[in-house]
Nanobody
């Protein structure tokens, strides 16, 4: 069992930056692929970024490429999402997720086994 706790959300002006963190419990964190997803009011949860267990491979949604960076520190059992050049359309609850099993499934929210409680990101115009 893995427990995930997100932090770092908040209110920021357009063009600003935030760094989200996701702290994981358990000794198996370093074996899991990790992902970030987001859900805006009235919309479905969508893929944002993913990182493989080693940190060597990443995936990004087209909408965040070049602005967001996912990284991980396996020694600290933590995954990060650095968000730069934020836009109002980035406003959403951001969720950390673990263990889609296969890397090919890393963009699919329904393949993840563990989820955090979410952290709100609000970008004002």
């Amino acid at each position: 069992q893995v427990q995930l706790v997100e932090s770092g959300g908040g209110l920021v002006q357009a063009g600003g930056s935030l760094r989200l963190s996701c702290a994981a419990s358990g000794r198996t964190f370093s074996t899991y692929h990790m992902g970030w997803f987001r859900q805006a009011p009235g919309k479905e949860r969508e893929f944002v970024a993913a990182i493989d267990w080693s940190g060597r491979s990443t995936k990004y949604a087209d909408s965040v490429k070049g602005r967001f960076t996912i990284s991980r520190d396996n020694a600290k059992n933590t995954v990060y999402l650095q968000m730069n050049s934020l836009k109002p359309e980035d406003t959403a609850v951001y969720y950390c997720a673990a263990d889609p099993n296969l890397w090919i499934r890393a963009t699919m929210s329904n393949k993840y086994n563990y989820w955090g409680q979410g952290t709100q990101v609000t970008v004002s115009s």
